[in-house]
């Protein structure tokens, strides 16, 4: 079955620059898309960016647009977050799911969830 694991995160102070990781195993990697999510203690989860099987399209959250880059490398089968210039409003679990769409930044399209990993701000 599709397995996703997040790696990566840790406790960083504003301004920093982090690099999540999401090892994808079990899906053929030539259809659907991945996606980053975040959720901070008491809030919703929330849509961050999101990537085509291909890597050719890309989606962003307003609050992380110019700050944070996806990217893949569909050889080592893994996805990447690339978080500059980060902020204590960044603090939040963030996991990496698999779905159909690119476009979509609902989480009920996206059907496979890894466990999440923890990125901290301190300000």
């Known amino acids: 079955q599709v397995q996703l694991v997040e790696s990566g995160g840790g406790l960083v102070q504003a301004g920093d620059s982090l690099r999540l990781s999401c090892a994808v195993s079990?899906?053929?990697?030539?259809?659907?898309?991945e996606a980053w999510f975040r959720q901070a203690p008491g809030k919703e989860r929330e849509f961050v960016a999101s990537?085509?099987?291909?890597?050719?399209?890309?989606y962003y959250s307003d609050s992380v647009k110019g700050r944070f880059t996806i990217s893949r490398d569909n050889a080592k089968k893994t996805v990447y977050l690339q978080m500059n210039n980060l902020n204590a409003a960044d603090t939040a679990v963030y996991y990496c799911?698999?779905?159909?769409?690119?476009?979509?930044?609902?989480?009920?399209?996206?059907?496979?969830w890894g466990q999440g990993t923890q990125v901290t701000v301190s300000s």
């Open positions: 990537i085509n099987w291909s890597g050719s399209f890309t």
């Open positions: 079990g899906r053929v990697l030539s259809t659907g898309a």
């Open positions: 799911a698999t779905g159909l769409r690119v476009s979509s930044k609902d989480v009920r399209d996206y059907v496979y």
